[in-house]
């Protein structure tokens, strides 16, 4: 995404030198089903995905403690 600073969110989000930043994606709330056109509203059903939280999570990078 063109306007990302990677240096800025090592920082921002405390992660680790030994931790590449490979990639970002921009992330929204879910709109209501009824704002999209008729034939997109069907793709939009519980599915099998894994849920978002279990890739993303908000805040600094959690510690390594174990």
Do not use: C, H, W
């Amino acid at each position: 995404m063109e306007g990302f600073d990677y240096e800025r969110a090592r920082i921002e989000l405390r992660i680790p030198e030994e931790f590449q930043i490979e990639a970002m994606a921009a992330v929204g709330k879910p709109g209501p089903k009824e704002s999209l056109p008729e034939r997109l509203r069907a793709r939009e059903n519980p599915n099998d995905r894994r849920a978002v939280t279990e890739s993303v999570f908000e805040g600094p990078f959690p510690s390594q403690t174990k």
